[in-house]
């Protein structure tokens, strides 16, 4: 071996060695192939097995004598195709032993196997990236579109639709309530949520906390006791269900409270006694809990100019009904589902055939 010279760097590593009897051989991998004696044989990308093993054995070289790097060199065994082409054409230089023709062959048709699996890895790359940028363009498409007028105020209607589509429903169960005689215990509640406003409040909240636990221990005392399976079959389905209807009753008599509210300050004594009853009420009441999330709907059809002002809305018709919500629930506590209700001082005397309460003398 007359002399040897090697390079390492990010994008290449290579060695170039000067044999006697004009036996010379350049090996090297760069962007991304691999290059025997200047040519380009197979790929070999960057960071890949190969490209990881050369660099090794190139280190390795820069360290070795004169008189060890030949065995170094044909001890080393290449990974993949692209490496039995490297270790051939270096075992060919250092021994001046030329390979078969047959194995020659096998490696020429393993290589472009090789680099067709790489430029097809690269393509599938390719159209990720194309696919990626069509994604961005389809948001970007949709983004277009939302800022058309008509967009907003269809979304507006849509809305609309929906919030009375609601106030229809709640107004057809307040309906079959009072059709089927539920009417006493409606006007107890709301009767009770109107005097006793902040402490019906407060017990709903706490109610709403203690709901899970009292469940759960409603189940361990009923397995403990003797009752056991049989109070289970009826306990389990018809707690939440009982509880589902408490917060309805609640929000309804909520409801209807606060329309009867409303006609008190719109009308005047005997006019408002000759208006007032229960379906006006419940009418204009669930109009006045749903007003805040019908505006915000109706600020919406304005586009994204308004939308502070609608966010703002939404929050607040949220609030209003969660307070709505609690307060009904409560309410429904106190008042023992509306046949104890709390009236107010100067309330109208209680009919005695609807509400009887226990003198205490």
């Known amino acids: 071996m007359q002399s040897s010279e090697f390079s390492m760097s990010g994008r290449e590593a290579g060695l170039k060695l000067e044999l006697s009897g004009d036996r010379n051989i350049e090996v090297a991998i760069r962007d991304g192939g691999l290059f025997i004696d200047g040519v380009r044989v197979a790929a070999a990308a960057r960071g890949g097995d190969l490209d990881r093993s050369w660099r090794e054995i190139v280190t390795r070289a820069m360290d070795a004598s004169s008189g060890d790097l030949p065995g170094l060199l044909m001890g080393w065994t290449a990974p993949g195709a692209a490496g039995v082409q490297i270790s051939a054409a270096l075992n060919a230089a250092l021994t001046g032993i030329e390979i078969p023709a047959a194995a020659v062959a096998a490696d020429a048709q393993a290589a472009p196997i090789s680099d067709t699996v790489y430029r097809l890895n690269d393509r599938i790359e390719e159209l990720q990236r194309t696919v990626e940028e069509l994604e961005d363009d389809r948001v970007v498409v949709h983004q277009t579109q939302r800022r058309n007028p008509f967009h907003y105020i269809s979304e507006g209607f849509a809305g609309i639709f929906s919030i ?5 429903v709640l107004f057809a169960i307040s309906f079959g309530v009072i059709f089927f005689g539920g009417r006493k215990y409606i ?8 005097s006793a406003t902040g402490r019906s ?3 709903g909240m706490a109610a709403a906390f203690l709901v899970v636990p009292a469940f759960v221990l409603g189940i361990i005392g009923l397995i403990i006791s003797i009752v056991g399976i049989p109070g289970l079959l009826v306990f389990v389905p018809g707690f939440p269900v009982l509880c589902v209807l408490s917060v309805l009753l609640g929000y309804i008599s909520v409801a209807h409270a606060v329309g009867e509210s409303f006609a008190e300050r719109r009308y005047y004594v005997t006019d408002w006694f ?3 009853n229960s379906y006006y009420f419940l009418l204009s009441g669930f109009g006045l809990l749903l007003a805040l999330f019908l505006a915000s709907q109706v600020v919406h059809m304005a586009g994204p100019w308004l939308r502070a002002i609608g966010g703002i809305l939404v929050f607040l018709g949220v609030v209003s009904t969660i307070v709505a919500v609690t307060t009904g629930f409560g309410a429904v506590l106190i008042s023992r589902g509306g046949t104890r209700p709390v009236r107010g001082k100067g309330a109208a005397a209680e009919e005695p055939d609807l509400f009887t309460e226990d003198s205490g003398d």
């Open 164 to 168: 009375l589509v609601t106030y229809a």
């Open 187 to 194: 006007e107890g509640v709301a009767d009770t949520a109107r």
């Open 201 to 203: 409040f407060l017990v």
């Open 274 to 276: 000759q208006r007032g």
